[in-house]
Every structure is written in structure tokens, then in C-alpha cells.
């Protein structure tokens, strides 16, 4: 439904935002200041609007339905046997489940473990989920320019690193598997009322932090482009960028504004390969490997934050930094496959 209804969304504000341009750009301003307004501010802003609000408005509504009908306590308990080989039980399920739409209530959704050992693991694994940020990008690039399975795969591949390092983390922090005791609530269909305001809430949320930083972002970049900075720093980094990574020389710089807002990488791409279209401008490899990076490099600050507050400064860093080098390496890994496998055909 997310894939389906964010992409003709997206589809039909690209189009329009496309006839705003040729307009804006018409207008009888001075040409140093209608180009600041449009790459150094509204492009960046009318990408997120053709970006992230499509596929983030579906997806919010879908979770306030599944959190008010009852249904997380039952996944809790269908999953519970699966989560005992992490050393947890059914009840982490629920902030992993959170974590879908933002990391940062997932991580203090924790609290409804019993111990600290249960809470530092469920806390990590729900910062690996791929949260309605990255999900804009994993369904703005790969899902709107590849197709729907090879984003799919991305969740997939999600899945499959959360219940390796929660295997891990089981087996080096030393404790044992609880029993699961919970109370299972009536199935029922979500009021209307409570959907929409909850949506509502979420979304002005979204709006009202992140827009500030995207036309932030999107001025700075601007600057330091014009500066002449931009060009040294995606050069200086262009053999890690291009020759790891395989992704654009720029995309180093991107994935640093990521970290304020994981849509920020996107969005800020957008506004530097001076295009949201960018099928056009990345290969489908490069595209791959940049989501599946996004995906799993270190959480936006504000999750941060959380994990700072709930585990410590010691125990924050090494999650972040640990989920830096994962990305890192899994990302030259898939790369690395994908020349080998093109150069073989």
C-alpha cells in the first residue's frame, strides 16, 4: 500500500513541482537571487514534499491503525519464540515494531522490559529498523526507480542483520531467556478519529522539525557550493566515495546531513545532482548500495539522544559506531558483488 500509493503520489507532485519550476524560473528576477531561492531553498523543500510526504502520510496511517486495533500485543506473543534465540521475549517485538516508524519512541519503548540486559538489546535491534525516514528512501530511489522487489530485499536484508546481532548480543551479554506474561487486549477497529489525529500529530511533527533543516540544509550546500568548498571536500573524499563505495563523489557529504534526518540523504542528493529524478543521474548499483547504506549507518541524532539517555554515553557510542562500520562494509561488500557479478555477464 505504501509502495503503491507513495509512488503515484510522488509521481503526480513531480509533475506539478516540474511546471513550478519553468514558471519560477521565468519570472523577471535577478539571476544570482532567483537562482538562491530555487537551488538554495525551494528545491530542496519541494523534494521533500515529492519525496518523503508520499510515502510517509500511508505509512503513518497504517501504523496508527495497527496500534489501535489491538494486533501489537498479538504479534508480540506470535512472535515470542523467534525472540527467545535473541535472549529476549515476545514483548521486545513491540518497540522493533515501533521502530518502523521512528527509532526514537522505539528505544524508549523499551522500558517495558523487566531488565537492563533485555533493554540494551531491544534497544539496538530497534535501532537497525528501518524507520519511516529511511523508508522514504528506500522507496523514493530504490522502490520508485528499481521496483518494488528490489526495495523489498532492503527489508528484507533489515531483517535478516537484526536477528544476527541480536544472536550476538545474546551471546556475549551474558544473562537468561524470561517467560512472557502479557495481557491480550480486544481486537477492534480503529475510530477514524483517533487515525486521522494520530496521523495528523505525527506528520506536523515531521513537518514542523524537519522542513527547517531541509531549507537549512539546502542553503548551506548552496553556499558551500558556490564557495568552491563543496567541490574540494567531494574531491578530497571521491577515493573512499567512488572507489569503496561506489556512489557519487557527493554522497559522502549527504550521508553527514543524514544524520540530522535520515531523509535528509535523499533529499539533499536531490538538490545536488540538481534533480529528484535521479534514475537519470545514479545507476541502479549506485542507488542500491546508497539505500542500503542510509539503511544502516549510525541513527539521526535524536536517536541518539534516546540511547544516550536510556543506556549511557559509553554504551550510545558504541551502537553508533558500530552501526557505522556495518553500513560502511556491507555497503563496499554489495558494491564489490555487484562489479563482479556485471563483469561476469
Sequence with gaps: LIFVLGGRLSAALDGLFSQLRTAFLGLPIVP???????????????????VALPYIVPFYIILSFLENSGYLARMAFLTDAIMHRMGLHGKAFMPIILGFGCNVPAVLGTRIMERDRDRFIAGTLATLVPCSARTV???GLVGAFMGFWPALSLYLISLVIIFVVGRMLNRFIPGTNPGLIMEMPKLKWPPLRITVKQTWFRLKDFVVFAFPIIAGGSVVLYVLDKLGWLARLTAWAAPFTQGFLGLPPVALVVLIFGVLRKELALIML????????????????????????????VPCVSTIAALRREFGNRRAALVSAGEIILALLLGAAVNWGWTLAASLH
Design 137 to 139: 528512501v528506500i522507496l
Design 270 to 297: 536531490a538538490t545536488l545532482m540538481h534533480t529528484p529524478n535521479l534514475g537519470t543521474v545514479m545507476t541502479p548499483q549506485q542507488m542500491y548500495v546508497f539505500a542500503l547504506i542510509v539503511m544502516l549507518y
Design 32 to 50: 544570482w537571487l532567483r537562482g538562491f531561492l530555487w537551488d538554495g531553498i525551494l528545491q530542496g523543500v519541494l523534494a521533500g514534499v515529492s
